[in-house]
């Protein structure tokens, strides 16, 4: 299929950065100035110097009555000049709680950027255009706002709507089943055709880590039937979305007796160490994102994969577009997205210094800043609630490294622990148990304040790199202290100085939660509070009963520091 444009349209975009910005402030306020939202401020001019002498910076909370009025029935254009034709539900598990965004049904900029992702990805991974992809996708049930309108999280409304929905020739798994809104079978179905077509996939990817983690502990659950209905030709019974079971039936075709035996000998060994490449050996590499909170799936993805390339292709929120990944093979570490000007308007508030605001091409290399959008669908100068920090140019367009969520902190006595803070210590861990047969699969803390002083727990799943006979995991005490000492040695000085010197805080905690225990906590935020499962980020902090309640219950030992760490 034929794009219509090749790599030089980025380096136009990149080098054009600042002219292209301009047009795209000049086309938004010509479509909505004489909106009851920005007449309040512009009196129907689309000045841009107006713009941003008189146009507040806002948080969400200021726009959702208007929002919410365009939901009710209101016309669109209290907020936007184009026709607002859908909502869609932020999935809220980085920011806390779920928003709803107003949609045009223009696909155009996000169609582009992603084609413009994979063509930067055909270029760095050799062989990935002959090959097929594996990316496991999901949507959610189309619910509707009172007006009628659909709503649902971004993936959803883009897969299903027919502006977006080109067909994927390269995918191993076909629309039907990626549209099928009953999870597990459209997972278990996903995984049945990328086995079947094994010989031929040359990346393996979900949006995020997290999830792409979760469908290979459902392979471990599952691979025995799996290969029992590759073995006989037919389907498991409890496949019974009709248009996902026609298909997969399609594909599976006749009994293949050599398939199944060739799996289940893999999936029978006792370590899973490498299983994606054993599974499906032409994998060039692995698409997920690995950065932000999921950076703590780095080392399982890199077990699983043998250490495959991990592939972070995109930046993006409810809120806009933002950016994509240039150079796809560096490491997750080095790894920044570089802004695509054509997408929003994009300004920048300065977090660490006064708080001044910049535009695109004005942002400072090192610096800290916070995004705020301008977009096509009502959105003006909103703050994303995100942090970046500026690591270089790509012509003249600023690339980023995601630093973390502005607002997940955590603090016992009066220490700001960053979410970027949380990762710096979970790093710790991990080199800590590098060393043992334990690989870390899930990762989550809260700030416990029943024990005087308080302290930080933080949960960790774990999984043996070689199954032992019982199954049970074998926890090594002085090892897991160990950990406990290493995370708190890496947290800030401002930390160490209220545990060590004023004994604030009391010792950190680590407890080892059940496996499967972050796949139930995932259930959790799906089922009871209606967030998508391929937007799904796992909380790196978590504030709610109901959620640690899961946790809980699944706690199999405790393990405490036992020195205080050195100042
Ligand atoms: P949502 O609006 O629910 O899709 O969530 C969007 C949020 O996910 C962003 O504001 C970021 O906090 C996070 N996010 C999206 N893409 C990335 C990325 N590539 N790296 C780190 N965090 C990301």
């Not at 920011?95 to 582009?112: A, C, H, L, V, Y």
């Not at 089943?177 to 979900?206: N, P």
């Not at 560096?330 to 000007?341: A, E, G, I």
């Not at 199954?471 to 100085?497: F, W």
């Amino acid at each position: 299929m034929s794009l219509g444009f090749d790599l030089s349209v980025l380096e136009e975009l990149t080098s054009n950065a600042k002219q292209i910005q301009d047009d795209v402030l000049t086309k938004i306020l010509k479509a909505n100035a004489n909106t009851e939202y920005l007449s309040r401020f512009l009196e129907g001019s689309s000045d841009k110097e107006l713009f941003k002498k008189n146009v507040p910076v806002v948080s969400y909370a200021d726009v959702k009555p208007y929002i919410d009025r365009i939901a009710n029935g209101e016309p669109s254009d209290i907020l936007s000049g184009e026709p607002i034709t859908a909502f869609i539900l932020s999935s809220g598990t980085s920011s806390g709680n779920q928003k709803m965004f107003p949609r045009n049904n223009n696909f155009e900029n996000i169609k582009f950027a992603a084609a413009l992702s994979s063509l930067v990805i055909s270029k760095h991974v050799h062989g990935y255009k002959q090959g097929k992809v594996m990316i496991f996708s999901f949507t959610q049930p189309l619910s509707t706002t009172p007006c009628g309108l659909p709503l649902a999280p971004a993936t959803t409304i883009l897969l299903k709507s027919k502006n977006y929905r080109s067909p994927a020739k390269n995918s191993t798994s076909p629309d039907e089943i990626i549209l099928c809104t009953d999870a597990k079978q459209c997972m278990y179905c996903q995984l049945l055709c990328g086995l079947v077509h094994r010989d031929e996939v040359v990346s393996v990817g979900a949006p995020f880590a997290s999830l792409l983690v979760q469908v290979i502990h459902f392979l471990g659950n599952y691979w025995k039937e799996l290969c029992s209905n590759i073995r006989s030709g037919h389907v498991s019974e409890w496949i019974t979305d009709l248009s996902c079971r026609d298909s997969v039936s399609m594909i599976l075709g006749e009994p293949n007796l050599e398939l199944a035996d060739l799996i289940e000998n893999e999936c029978g060994q006792e370590s899973w160490q490498g299983i994606i490449s054993r599974l499906w050996p032409k994998t060039k590499c692995i698409e997920a994102i690995v950065t932000g909170t999921m950076a703590q799936y780095i080392p399982a993805l890199e077990f699983y994969s043998n250490k495959l390339p991990l592939v972070s292709r995109t930046y993006a929120s409810s809120e806009a577009f933002f950016g994509i990944n240039v150079n796809p093979l560096s490491k997750p570490q080095h790894l920044s997205y570089t802004f695509l000007p054509n997408m929003s308007y994009f300004e920048f508030i300065d977090v660490d210094g006064d708080g001044e605001i910049v535009d695109l091409v004005n942002v400072k290399l090192g610096g800290y800043y916070e995004p705020l959008v301008t977009n096509y669908s009502g959105l003006h100068r909103c703050r994303v609630g995100d942090v970046l920090q500026v690591t270089g140019f790509y012509n003249n367009t600023p690339q980023f490294r995601f630093a973390r969520r502005k607002n997940t902190v955590l603090s016992i006595y009066v220490e700001p622990t960053t979410e970027e803070d949380l990762l710096k210590a979970l790093t710790s861990a991990t080199v800590v148990l590098e060393s043992s047969d334990l690989i870390l699969t899930g990762f989550t803390c809260f700030g416990d304040v029943s024990t005087v002083p308080g302290h930080y727990v933080f949960y960790l799943e774990l999984k043996a790199k070689v199954n032992n006979s019982t199954g049970d995991l074998l926890l090594d005490n002085k090892l897991l202290v160990e950990c406990c000492c290493a995370m708190e040695e890496s947290l800030t000085s401002i930390y160490r100085h209220f545990r060590a010197k004023d004994g604030f805080i009391g010792a950190l905690e680590i407890r080892v939660v059940e496996q499967g225990t972050f796949d139930s906590l995932m259930e959790y935020y799906v089922v009871s509070r209606g967030s998508s499962i391929s937007q799904y980020k796992t909380p790196i902090c978590i504030n709610s009963a109901e959620a640690l309640e899961v946790l809980e219950e699944k706690v199999l030992a405790r393990f405490l520091s036992d020195k205080s760490p050195p100042l």
